[in-house]
């Protein structure tokens, strides 16, 4: 199904590879067809939860092997996005004898609700995350999805944003697919804020392109031979379609058939599954 121009895959992964802890078909073999027609893989979610190594892990126990460079998270975008909104560093302090002095408070720290993922993305680029007890000293507040979530936090967030602080979300995702059903996403955790405070946030993932775009220049490919493959319309294909770029939808996720087909613009590929669209 996939045409022979196309280099490379950037794949959605909640929808498309797995729901919950079941993967969607035979993993292993579905990667063999993929290596066998030569592609190139990047993997970008807008599942911010876990660290690119998390992903690497799960993706090697469904007999997939893949590096950490090939996944982009929202929770990484977020982090860039954090990262430009924030004031530079701060210089040293240099004592007499020619050391370095700590500079204690009032560094680069924002009020993140998130996971490790969230976390350790915001570190990584040198942003430390405040606790509740510290959040006044927060230049930014960034939300993802956080399955400890508790009102305290939420609280503090909004106090935040309503003093006019950078507000930054890792994607409007309302729900995810598990073998359950849909449960609440990020995304309906960041309208409780929107709601309380009457501010959107500027969204790290998709459907915007910076995650795509991300993924894309790691691979090195030409936007025209690079296809996006996603279970959900409004952020993936959106995604695909705002970065330019070819897309498929697989209905192994979130979004139907007959929501595809009327989609504006229209979309390259429709097929059942991840498996399908490799054939």
Same mark, same amino acid.
């Given at each position: 199904m996939i045409p022979s121009h196309i280099q490379a895959l950037i794949?959605?992964? @909640?929808?498309? #590879?797995?729901? /919950? @802890?079941?993967?969607? /078909? @035979?993993?292993r073999r579905i990667f063999e067809r993929i290596r066998a027609r030569g592609l190139k893989v990047a993997f970008a979610t807008n599942n911010g939860t876990r660290t690119p190594e998390m992903y690497v892990?799960?993706?090697?126990?469904? /007999? !997939?092997?893949?590096?950490?460079?090939?996944?982009?998270?929202?929770?990484?975008?977020?982090?860039?996005?954090a990262a430009e909104a924030l004031p530079p560093p701060a210089p040293p302090i240099f004592s007499e004898n020619g050391g370095s002095a700590p500079q204690g408070r009032g560094g680069r720290g924002v009020f993140a609700i998130g996971e490790i993922g969230l976390m350790e993305a915001l570190r990584a680029k040198g942003i430390e995350t405040l606790p509740i007890e510290r959040a006044d000293e927060a230049q930014a507040v960034v939300v993802g999805i956080d399955r400890q979530i508790t009102f305290h936090?939420?609280?503090?967030?909004? #106090?935040?944003? =309503?003093?006019?602080?950078?507000?930054?979300?890792?994607?409007? @995702?309302?729900t995810f697919p598990t073998p359950r059903g849909e449960i609440p996403g990020a995304g309906a955790w960041i309208?409780? #804020?929107?709601?309380?405070? /009457?501010?959107?946030?500027?969204?790290?993932?998709?459907?915007?392109?910076?995650?795509?775009?991300?993924?894309?220049?790691?691979?090195?490919?030409p936007r025209e031979a690079t296809l996006v493959v996603g279970d959900r319309l409004e952020t993936d294909l959106a995604a695909a379609q705002a970065a330019g770029m070819p897309g498929a #939808?697989?209905?192994?996720? !979130?979004?139907?058939?007959?929501?595809?087909?009327?989609? =504006?613009?229209?979309?390259?590929?429709?097929?059942?599954?991840?498996?399908?669209?490799?054939?």
């Open positions: 794949l959605d992964m @909640d929808g498309v #590879l797995w729901r /919950g @802890d079941a993967p969607i /078909g @035979d993993l892990e799960r993706l090697t126990s469904f /007999g !997939v092997t893949a590096e950490p460079w090939q996944v982009v998270t929202s929770a990484q975008a977020a982090a860039e996005l936090k939420m609280v503090e967030a909004a #106090l935040l944003i =309503r003093r006019g602080l950078p507000f930054i979300a890792t994607n409007p @995702d309302k309208a409780v #804020l929107v709601t309380a405070t /009457g501010r959107e946030p500027v969204y790290a993932g998709k459907p915007a392109p910076t995650l795509l775009e991300l993924a894309r220049e790691r691979l090195g490919t #939808l697989v209905l192994s996720g !979130v979004s139907t058939r007959a929501e595809a087909e009327a989609w =504006r613009p229209k979309i390259e590929w429709i097929a059942e599954d991840l498996e399908k669209l490799v054939e």
